[in-house]
């Protein structure tokens, strides 16, 4: 067994040291992520523990590592590998130690020991090229020879994607690459390296071009140019939630960001529009270019909902006032008139649409609803786009809430992206869907859960048209308003009880553009005036810390939430995470932690989802096993393994395991934007006033993080920033199509 140790020099690997040996033993090892623990064997027979993403290995492998040395705090001495690459096994014993350890799908030691005898040290070469001799070999059928053949040239694969990527991309990453194309992942990026930005999640347009340059491909490519355009319009989606561009902004932005002239691009367009990769529409006399996925789901959404809104029975009037009268009675609640419209268009309608701002009585509606809609023998399904919202759905109607991906059932098949058990070939049973916090429903999503509706049920869309938009691309809420083709109902009296609280009557101020009350010491609104940003960062941090606990107790220590407009600066989430992790969970000789690139993750930590991971395992309290966690969902560190390099988080009843190599998915949530506050309520919310980009200090902002308290708003700031963003009534425009579909579609 040989055994060297070599720190690189190069530019690119400064700091890495390298070690080549063999695989003496398997400690663990996940098929799913390529994350192991082995044993490394060495000439003086020492054994190195090396950990990281290392697939498919197997005793008797041969490899070249690449990485670190780290302490773990109970193994000691072990090395992290950052980069791999394995050889085969080349003499007779290794190579029939190598087949022994089960490596290969359908040999074990003593059908190893067979194939080995039979064809010594050509084995490799008759199990990749000749899998018919296999059969040869007693206990090996003609089936089981090409299956030992296939996952053997499988596992080479892998090696050699290993290989070919490990200049470009992690050995995560690769894992992932490979899953999606398996055996031609190579070929494929060669071929055309452009397909990862479009294909592979995680990988930009940036990142493919480096390769693309690597592998000698002109920068005027006609593939370069169109991903170049594809990305843009992906890019835009993704990052301003555009589902579509008007051409000629798509085209100079693509010809600026590929260095290439505009008539290139105009080609490349042609190009993609001939191959409908993407779509064009003109509305209003400008021309705009779609991505296929938006453009089909805008389209589908308008005609799903006509339809929906056209088939849906029709009710008597005079049913649907003794409908009311009845409820009334049970309830003992007198409807205002806007509540007794919004039943009553809903019990009308297929599709209904009810907005107004908080402390208004949508959630009267809900529950009269649920009333009615239970007494007519409907089924009824309550849906919101987060755990968190449907949590507080559950609690204000005292029935069973479910996310949109629950209620679709949502299916993590690896590598399949957002899919749905319930579609167009398996509906939803319910004749009554309602959705609440609909303005955080994006394109994908509504589209999804519209597939799922049958024709003849009814739809209820329930949101605050006056909040940020949805995170994903789109602006759902907003354009079914636009459109005027539902019934809608807006809510803006303010009931008696809720005009007691300051933070109902203030948010509805701040949404008229007016100040709120600065200056009332004893409501549920309160505000701190500090001068600097050093000084708004530091009383966060004390208010997190002793003043709100010492009031408030466990409710503040376990309810209050920091939301900022910003994530950079003092007053940042960024800034503000780094503080306020000091100050509530600070370095413990009991808690373990983990760095991971800049961030340190320690138990007791809490922390955030920051993209949607729809194939990541989770185990409830109850037993029950799911997949899927979202982008905003918020949770707390309970262990950190450094021996199996793994970070144990609970959210609400759910467990879920994450791999030190994806980390990259979680954020500390101390602090979170207003944006990732979106859905959510806390029993108290702090919002530092501080300095932040111009486009951020916007009254909808504002808006939106006040009316994430339940019980208690605190700004601490700047006066003339508050004001500021009050008369900031300025929203980020979205492009979109889908208010001009409804409005242009028959019904």
């Not at 003992?332 to 701002?357: C, H």
């Not at 755990?387 to 991906?405: D, F, M, N, V």
């Not at 004749?431 to 509504?446: C, F, G, R, T, Y």
């Amino acid at each position: 067994m040989n055994f060297d140790e070599e720190t690189l020099s190069s530019a690119d690997d400064v700091g890495m040291v390298r070690l080549s040996g063999s695989i003496e033993h398997v400690i663990y090892s996940n098929e799913e992520n390529g994350f192991a623990i082995c044993d490394l064997g060495t000439d003086t027979d020492e054994l190195v523990t090396i950990t990281g993403t290392l697939p498919y290995i197997g005793e008797g492998d041969i490899v070249t590592v690449y990485g670190k040395w780290v302490h773990n705090p109970k193994y000691g001495r072990q090395f992290r590998v950052e980069q791999a690459e394995k050889q085969l096994p080349a003499d007779r014993a290794s190579i029939l130690r190598y087949l022994s350890s089960k490596t290969i799908k359908g040999i074990g030691p003593k059908i190893a020991q067979r194939i080995v005898d039979a064809f010594g040290d050509e084995t490799f070469d008759v199990i990749e090229n000749h899998p018919e001799w296999l059969a040869d070999v007693p206990g090996i059928t003609s089936k089981r020879a090409h299956e030992i053949s296939e996952d053997f040239k499988n596992k080479a694969g892998i090696r050699s994607a290993m290989l070919f990527f490990r200049e470009f991309f992690g050995a995560a990453m690769t894992v992932r690459i490979y899953k999606k194309w398996g055996g031609s992942a190579v070929d494929l990026a060669k071929e055309n390296p452009y397909l990862l930005c479009e294909e592979i999640d995680g990988i930009g347009f940036e990142r493919a071009d480096r390769l693309a340059v690597k592998l000698g491909i002109g920068q005027d490519s006609p593939e370069r140019l169109c991903s170049g355009v594809q990305y843009m319009l992906g890019a835009n989606a993704h990052q301003n939630g555009h589902t579509c561009l008007p051409r000629e902004k798509l085209v100079t932005g693509a010809a600026k960001m590929l260095e290439a002239p505009e008539e290139r691009v105009v080609e490349a367009v042609s190009t993609l529009l001939k191959e409908q990769k993407i779509r064009t529409v003109t509305f209003d006399g400008t021309q705009f270019l779609y991505d296929k996925q938006f453009y089909d789901n805008e389209k589908y959404i308008a005609r799903k909902l006509l339809l929906i809104d056209r088939v849906c029975p029709v009710m008597d009037t005079a049913n649907i006032d003794s409908f009311i009268r009845k409820e009334e009675g049970d309830s003992g609640i007198r409807y205002a008139s806007g509540q007794r419209q919004a039943i009553f268009d809903a019990l009308e309608n297929g599709v209904m649409l009810l907005t107004g701002g908080p402390g208004t009585g949508k959630t009267t509606v809900v529950r009269a609803l649920l009333h009615i809609f239970d007494s007519m023998g409907l089924k009824i399904a309550l849906c919101a786009p987060t755990g968190r919202a449907a949590k507080r759905l559950s609690e204000s109607t005292s029935c069973e809430a479910k996310t949109i991906h629950r209620l679709l059932e949502y299916s993590g098949e690896e590598g399949k992206g957002l899919r749905f058990l319930r579609d167009e070939n398996n509906l939803l049973e319910e004749n009554v869907i309602i959705i609440d916090e609909a303005s955080m429903v994006d394109n994908n999503l509504m589209a999804a859960l519209l597939r799922a509706v049958k024709p003849g049920a009814r739809i209820i869309v329930i949101g605050d048209s006056d909040q940020l938009p949805s995170v994903g691309a789109g602006n759902v809420l907003r354009d079914l308003l636009e459109s005027g083709r539902f019934s809608t109902v807006r809510l803006d009296e303010i009931f008696r009880q809720a005009q007691e609280s300051l933070i109902v009557t203030n948010a509805h101020a701040i949404n008229r553009g007016e100040m709120p009350r600065l200056d009332v010491k004893n409501n549920d609104f309160f505000f701190l005036p500090r001068e600097s940003d050093a000084e708004i960062a530091a009383t966060v941090a004390q208010l997190c810390k002793i003043r709100l606990p010492k009031t408030y107790g466990e409710m503040a220590i376990k309810g209050t939430q920091v939301i900022s407009p910003s994530r950079k600066g003092e007053t940042g989430t960024e800034h503000l995470n780094v503080i306020l992790q000091a100050a509530l969970n600070p370095p413990d000789g009991h808690k373990r932690e983990h760095k991971f690139r800049e961030l340190v993750f320690r138990e007791g930590d809490r922390v955030m989802q920051t993209r949607n991971d729809y194939d990541i395992e989770w185990e409830r309290d109850d037993g029950s096993y799911g997949n899927g966690v979202f982008n905003g969902d918020i949770g707390t560190i309970v262990r950190i393994d450094p021996q199996n390099e793994q970070a144990e988080i609970r959210f609400d009843d759910k467990i879920v395991m994450y791999e030190f190599n994806m980390l990259d998915e979680l954020e500390p949530a101390y602090a979170v934007t207003v944006h990732k506050s979106q859905g959510s309520e806390y029993p108290i919310v702090v919002i530092p006033m501080g300095s932040a980009p111009a486009m951020l200090h916007s009254r909808n902002l504002l808006y939106t993080a006040v009316t994430r308290a339940q019980s208690m708003v605190i700004l601490v700031g700047r006066e003339e920033v508050i004001r500021t963003m009050i008369g900031n009534n300025r929203q980020a425009m979205r492009y979109t199509g889908l208010s001009r579909w409804l409005k242009e579609t028959e019904s």
